[in-house]
């Protein structure tokens, strides 16, 4: 069996017994997702950064804590915590629901947009413009590619709350990527 | 047209995923994964001496059984550690590249040498009273490897009210450090790190932060309601390096506004102000004297 077929939880299990090669498979499968996970959500690099450093040292400090199910939603519930932490320190209010997504859009000019760069922007602007809860809702069925079932558990709601937020991201975002869809 | 387009939302959304976090991140990251792997062993094989312990009382007791001996021997107290740690007034001196379990990595080099005198002699004198039932001697042996684990537990309490006790008699001494905060008791002696030459920094699990220089408090950070507070040492400059918390338009030299965030870059020469969570951020500069 390769690497690359072995299962998160059996990595990590490996790894707390000593195999510092499965760890290192285990990170570079979920550096990234977890990273991004962090930056879309609205922090600034720098604090994305130390964000993910923390999360790693509670994985590291703390595995005892993991009950050897569903690695990735153990992990994306300990970013999405810390995440929820640091804006509560930096006193940041969370853009409420009513977003003005219009001026994201009127931003970019017809003819740039013809430039897939721009929409490559632009769908990370329009992103980032997400009400905060479809904003979790997207990234996390992205990023974590959890079911919409552990979603729910993660975010503390139900299955068709879960599929609701997701619908209305993606309405969202097609309205604000119209022109580049 | 609906799948169409959420496919297309989907492949722009694929090509976004660019970032990543930093080599140096990565690397700090896998470092931290061989020490917690390392923590793990060391805990491990103090459980096994534990366990040794108790099968050598055990396995004692047995023998002294089947050798018609019928009351167990007294292992000896562990009373040479709190002793040890009082007179050790000045925190442990650390190598450059102690990293920030350091101080657990100290402690636990030391557990098994503290665990010695658990062990019963096989020399003490040969009791007078009956012999004792084999069952009521196993609970015996138990009771004692209780006993000796509290008594490690309120050693490590004690050594760490000796130690603050020490500091505070430290800052009482100048009226003009009446502003100082000493952290408050119990708390978790957690981080140690090494900072800079003469200076410790360490953050306990309620969140307050110190530096000492010297073995004496210099700085103090905690959290209140609307912020952080801190106290700085007459005649020290501390000079942060970002903040994360509570701030004031003045303090600011230029901000970033996000969707969601704000992101400001502070004054040059604003003091005092520094990251609450990360203490291998901080650079400080205090003078000496």
Known sequence: ?181 | MSDQSEQRLEQLYRQTRREQPSAILDQHIRQAAVRALARRRRTWLLGLSSVAVLVLSVSVVLDLLWDDMTTLPRPERVDTFPDRIANDASPRPFSELESVNGYEDSIARQVPERLNGLVPSPSSPAPEEPRSRFAASREEAARQYRESQSELALAESTALHEKAQVLKKATESRPEDADIVIPELPYKLGQLVRLAAGLQGEQSESGVISLYLDNKLILSVRSVIEGHQFKAWQGSEVIGVKVSWVLTPDMFEQCQAGPVYLACELKAGVTGYFESDRLDHIAWDVPHG
């Open chain 1, 1 to 181: 069996m390769t690497q690359e077929e072995i299962s998160d939880e059996a990595l990590f299990a490996a790894y707390r017994k000593g195999d510092m090669a499965a760890f290192d498979a285990l990170y570079a499968r979920l550096r990234q997702p977890l990273y991004l996970y962090l930056l879309r959500r609205g922090h600034a690099e720098s604090v994305a950064e130390d964000l993910f450093h923390d999360l790693w040292m509670k994985v590291l400090n703390h595995s005892a804590g993991f009950d050897g199910e569903h690695l990735r939603a153990w992990l994306f519930t300990i970013a999405r915590n810390l995440s929820t932490d640091a804006f509560r320190r930096a006193h940041i209010r969370v853009v409420d629901e009513q977003t003005d997504t219009a001026n994201i859009a009127g931003a970019f000019s017809a003819q740039r947009i013809e430039e897939n760069r721009d929409c490559v922007e632009l769908i990370k602007r329009s992103i980032a413009a997400l009400p905060l809860e479809q904003r979790d809702a997207f990234l996390l069925r992205h990023e974590a590619g959890l079911s919409l079932l552990q979603l729910g558990e993660l975010m503390a709601v139900g299955r068709e709350t879960i599929k609701s937020r997701l619908r209305y991201a993606m309405n969202q975002l097609k309205t604000l990527m119209a022109d580049c869809l």
